[in-house]
């Protein structure tokens, strides 16, 4: 682990979809240049911490400190700021195919800075060429395989070099081969730009890779934080059917059934 300085730290974290209660008082701190690969099963929880992460909700209770700053809590004017800090890879890439991968990765400049044309030109084909695109500036988006989505989408997300980079299922649809290189393009990401990066996947593979630490999540909490080792090695009935995907066999109480199909 690098360094023991939080960049991320979620208190008591409640959050609700109209009257149902998905996050239940979730704590989690996230050190300065660590990979944190958060996962669980599908309803868990963790593609909404993700969401509240990055700002975009208000929760129902708690605290999420980013780089310092409660963003429960701060402006609308202040949240714009600190987003400069923040680069995210959605899980399909999310590229505008009306413009070209070049123009796509220029996007963040123009949004937050005054830069003329030719230097943000120059940034993109230089982050382009961290992501081993040097010279698909000109492409399409259409034009690219799953794969190339996938790094030109990142080299959008580090173009402003983000102190902070959350990732959504980055190897979802790409075969191991490329999951592979994506796995260790993040791993260079964070030696040489001194990032903390947020990692939502279910690949085991990929998580066991790049973790410093994993958060496993079910059911709106935290059932463990711990490094790759320990999270292997423990004896929670839950983590260990999700690791060697066993299916979850939760029974369910007779008043709990009927209530459900009653809608009481």
Known sequence: MKNNKSAIEVIDLVTHYGPREILHGINLSINEDEIMIIMGGSGSGKSTLLRYLLGLGTPTSGNINLLGKDITKISNT?????????????????????????????????????????????????????VNLGGFEKMMPAELSGGMIKRAALARAIVMDPKLMFFDEPSAGLDPVVSAELDELILE???????????????????????????????????????VENIKNSDNERIQSLLNRRPSNDEVQADEYLNRLTGI
């Open 189 to 227: 990401l964070r030696d040489a730009m001194k990032m903390t990066i947020v990692v939502v996947t279910h690949e085991l593979e990929s998580a066991f890779k790049i973790a410093d630490r994993i958060t496993v999540l079910d059911q709106g909490n935290i059932l463990m934080t711990d490094t």
């Open 78 to 130: 202040e949240m714009h700021q600190l987003r400069q800090n923040m680069g995210v890879a959605f899980q399909g890439g999310a590229l505008l195919s009306s413009m070209t991968v070049g123009e796509n990765v220029k996007l963040p400049l123009r949004e937050h800075t005054n830069l003329d044309e030719k230097t943000m030109e120059i940034m993109a084909r230089m982050k382009l060429e961290v």
